[in-house]
């Protein structure tokens, strides 16, 4: 994959030593771990390789170097990681499993800047992405007559922190990224007796439920008149939101010197429940609440054709835990990405002020389709926080 001559070259994880990953992260602390002693921050980085969505080759690190150099004295002139998640699209009704990757830790050193380094290694890893472990992480094998792609990576997603226009250049599409925050409200974790706490013995079932009724909904198709749009959606299985409140709960550990037992809320009854799952992000530690949120990763409405009337005193409820939440665990506001239409109308009638936010710059869901067709044609369904990487 690098070029000979002492040209330069993308390395990824089977090539990149544990000094370098050790370098690259103590670089990247000022920015994004900043609530962390720098070692916590190494340690951190170093745990989330091994919980189940990372491990067994789930997370990659690229690096752009120069090649023919050996590890620990060649630069680190870009650097990078991918998630490998199971991901699906709708093709002509029928629900098609493959592999996604999420693009995260983008970073060019200071030095480095200015000299095109970081789109040399997006250009790079877009097209390494493109057939990269390939049917690894998806469910039955090649051939099969139930949905699985075996052997094709169906697209790849970053969140871009510097607005929409250098990762649009590069293939990876702005899509919609906007977000509800509501405000912390000491007091109110028992949700008013209506919703009950979620716990991690809880989630199984629940992203069962979660990924079935999403596939039907993809198969149920999309778009309006004219030509309908190619629907994906990474899967909430539940590795993915694991992978976010194990990660939490490496942090609350080092900042609180405990765990949070309380991962979300659900009202109503198996069939007819409303349920939201959520994660404490900090950037800003005790210090400063800035940069710390509550952000709900993902928003569930079982019986989608069930009348606002009958949810809305649920979802209340779960809404005044989540402010209570956030109250306790010390962040500025409770964010819901993205919320479908049947989330907003809940939102709008069940009495709790809350600010609707447009994202121009930061956190901007960016996707590259690897199918048919170009990224315009493409409809990102549950564009969502647990989806982020």
Request: proline share 3%; with cysteine.
């Amino acid at each position: 994959m690098a070029e000979g001559g002492g040209g330069l070259g993308t390395k990824y994880d089977v090539g990149m030593g544990l000094a370098e990953r050790e370098r690259t992260c103590t670089l990247t602390h000022p920015k994004w771990g900043p609530a962390l002693s720098r070692r916590d921050y190494l340690l951190r980085e170093n745990y989330l390789t091994t919980v189940p969505l990372a491990r067994d080759g789930g997370i990659t690190h690229w690096i752009l170097t120069v090649a023919g150099l050996p590890a620990g004295e060649r630069p680190i002139l870009s650097s990078c990681e991918s998630l490998r998640k199971r991901a699906v699209y709708c093709d002509g009704g029928k629900v098609v499993e493959g592999v996604a990757h999420g693009i995260g830790s983008v970073f060019t050193e200071e030095g480095y800047r200015g000299r095109g380094y970081a789109s040399r290694m997006m250009r790079e890893v877009a097209g390494r992405l493109r057939g990269w472990q390939a049917g690894r992480g998806v469910v039955g094998g090649e051939g099969d007559e139930d949905g699985v792609a075996r052997g094709r990576v169906l697209f790849s997603v970053l969140y871009s922190d510097i607005g929409k226009s250098f990762y649009a250049k590069h293939g990876w599409e702005p899509f919609e990224s906007c977000h509800v925050a509501f405000e912390p409200a000491a007091g109110k974790t028992e949700g008013g007796g209506i919703a009950r706490p979620i716990g991690y013995h809880e989630l199984a079932e629940l992203c069962a439920v979660d990924e079935r009724l999403l596939r039907a909904e993809l198969s149920r198709g999309g778009g309006g008149r004219g030509r309908k749009k190619t629907r994906v959606a990474v899967l909430p299985e539940l590795d993915a939101l694991l992978w976010h409140l194990m990660r939490e709960d490496y942090m609350t550990k080092c900042i609180f010197g405990k765990t949070p037992t309380v991962r979300g809320a659900v009202a109503g009854e198996p069939g007819r429940r409303v349920w939201a799952v959520w994660m404490r992000g900090y950037y800003g530690g005790l210090n400063k609440d800035e940069g710390n949120t509550l952000h709900v990763l993902r928003v569930v409405v079982e019986d989608a054709e069930q009348a606002d009337e009958e949810l809305v005193d649920g979802f209340r409820s779960i809404v005044q835990m989540a402010q209570g939440e956030a109250a306790e665990w010390k962040t500025q506001d409770v964010q819901v990405w993205n919320p479908t239409a049947k989330v907003r109308g809940l939102m709008d009638k069940c009495g709790i002020e809350f600010e609707v936010v447009e994202r121009d710059v930061q956190s901007i869901a960016s996707l590259m389709w690897y199918g048919e067709g170009s990224t315009d044609e493409v409809e990102w369904v549950a564009n969502e926080k647990y989806a982020w990487c």
